[in-house]
């Protein structure tokens, strides 16, 4: 089966501009999240939807940060206006159904971001 | 809140020496339980996970991980480690499925020969 896609691969955007990330999850997963992962730390969770609902967008930065995932397939995560404490890779996840005997969450290979 | 504590920032270690990756969760009910690898420039890969039955559980590349439900952890452990396997170890849990991972702050193996 395809993997999470995501893109760009990397970007690098002067602080106050803005950024867009795209993911596309695995087919028939119904639940994607977006995680930010600075460097050195573990992955944060951002954002959860469930099909084009959203779960938790507790620690999302909503002054500068939104996403939307609008016909409950691939998603979009936006920053607007860019913080240099934004640089970080910006990774995207889709987990399978409760029921599944196999469950489990696949990541994409991120997008790397920098801001100068 | 649950979190999740991995107990070495930075494992060094001899190629062919056996290792542990400490890992241990704060949960009062049961969880799902991972350990995923990530490599330079690259995303999370698998390595192995808990979901439920028996406590010793192998993975990828000559992983494996005992989840210990008293102790809560959930340590990772191979028994000769080569070159290839210095990475960046995350251990992650998750309450149920359908909930998001949380996850620890990393362990770094440095495998040297």
């Known amino acids: 089966e395809a993997g999470v896609a995501q893109s760009p691969r990397y970007k690098i955007i002067e602080k106050r501009q803005s950024v867009a990330f795209w993911c596309n999850p695995i087919s028939g997963h119904a639940t994607l999240y977006w995680y930010q992962q600075i460097l050195g730390q573990g992955p944060k969770l951002l954002i959860q939807?469930?099909?084009?609902?959203?779960?938790?967008d507790s620690q999302l930065p909503k002054d500068r940060f939104s996403a939307e995932r609008l016909k409950g397939v691939d998603s979009t995560l936006k920053i607007q206006p860019a913080k240099l404490e934004d640089s970080a890779v910006y990774l995207c996840a889709s987990s399978s159904e409760r029921g599944d005997t196999n469950y489990g969450y696949t990541f994409g290979s991120g997008t790397r971001l920098t801001v100068v | 809140a649950q979190s999740v504590t991995q107990l070495d920032s930075q494992v060094p270690v001899f190629e062919e020496a056996p290792v542990e990756l400490r890992c241990n969760y704060s949960?009062?009910?049961?969880?799902?339980l991972f350990w995923y690898v990530q490599y330079p420039n690259q995303g999370l890969q698998l390595l192995l996970k808990?979901?439920?039955?028996?406590?010793l559980v192998k993975g990828i590349n000559g992983f494996e991980a005992e989840f210990n439900k008293s102790q809560t952890s959930f340590h990772l452990r191979k028994p000769s480690v080569h070159i290839s396997d210095t990475a960046e170890y995350f251990c992650a849990a998750a309450l149920q499925a359908g909930t998001a991972l949380i996850f620890g702050k990393g362990t770094t193996l440095s495998v040297s020969s």
């Open positions: 808990y979901l439920s039955g028996s406590t």
């Open positions: 949960s009062s009910v049961s969880v799902y």
């Open positions: 939807f469930q099909n084009n609902g959203v779960v938790d």
